[in-house]
């Protein structure tokens, strides 16, 4: 594409950085942007070189933070003796919409995948053996993707804390809630078999 | 979404509000930008924030520009007598990657639209309407997208110039080029029946 203005090329290529952005949509984006009023701009400016200033990771367990301590680390009502470990913030963000665990998390900031040339030491996993070493932890819960990569860094993680006395667990695969059973994959329905629960009235109920 | 810094939420917010862009998507941008390096992320700001002052609309054409002229009315070899009527600057850039015209433009800055509340006079009528009156130009090329507020602004640009001596055109519709003929629409076919061309031999060989 050929640019009226370089100053304009300039701020296409910015957007088109970022992913799933190329450059028909970044210019789009770029052009609304110029419609908008100077004191408009200033401010998303202005967050936006600030961001490596005021966005901090949490000490603890990696979670984006405001301070030292996340959100969740800082809350009293917290059980410190479970961790969830997940691939990045937005898997916590998810799991705080159930509203079903009460624990603290760990972000490993991705999973080990040896195509994109990411091992063991790019993770944040000797953070994890730091917090599990302190005997402190009953229970471990891996809640990465359920693709070969997160079932590989599952497996990586299983044999680093089997050295401790710690409980780990993993999120329950089975059939999704509204799906139709003959659209399920095999491999879902297989363990959604081999894995069968007693029946509870209650989860009926909700 | 519960964000776990009111940063982090006011940048989402910024990008969310780009066209096309919801809070999940703006979320995996910004947490695409916090892991790049703080000079990256100083000039993409430093980019942003100047874009006002460093992106200027020609003066003539109202394309954009780097100065007061932008590349297009700067450039000797153009006819200046025949000015292509546009929407929006991106309209030009297709235009110009087709190689096939030597005239300058004209951005009008949108379509007439009543339902979006946009008016004759919110768009960049009067200075077409003034190139014109110049008496110094012979053709005006009109090349709306083919919608019905394109074609009502077609309409009223028409009776607009009809009181000058000037030839007033719109693009061809017809069949588009490596389309199926059985999966043209009724319309477009009978335009490109109702207007057909002398066979050219030239357009063949290309």
Do not use: W
Request: hydrophobic share 40%.
């Amino acid at each position: 594409m050929n640019m009226p203005s370089k100053h304009l090329e300039q701020l296409v290529e910015h957007f088109s950085s970022l992913p799933g952005i190329g450059k028909k949509t970044a210019l789009r984006l770029v052009l609304n942007l110029l419609k908008r009023d100077d004191k408009e701009i200033e401010t998303f400016a202005s967050d936006l070189a600030e961001m490596h200033e005021k966005i901090s990771t949490c000490e603890v367990c990696s979670n984006i933070a405001d301070g030292s301590l996340c959100a969740i680390c800082s809350q009293n009502s917290r059980k410190r003796e479970v961790i969830c470990v997940v691939e990045d913030i937005r898997d916590i963000m998810a799991i705080e919409a159930t509203e079903q665990y009460y624990g603290v998390y760990h972000v490993l900031g991705g999973v080990i995948s040896p195509m994109d040339g990411i091992g063991p030491h790019d993770l944040n996993i000797d953070d994890l053996v730091n917090r599990v070493a302190t005997g402190e932890v009953d229970e471990v819960v891996l809640a990465l993707n359920p693709s070969m990569e997160g079932d590989t860094t599952n497996f990586f993680l299983y044999r680093k804390l089997a050295d401790y006395e710690v409980n780990v667990t993993t999120l329950s695969r089975g059939v999704a809630v509204g799906t139709e059973l003959h659209y399920t994959d095999e491999l879902t329905l297989g363990r959604s078999i081999l894995n069968r629960l007693p029946f509870d009235m209650n989860l009926v109920r909700k």
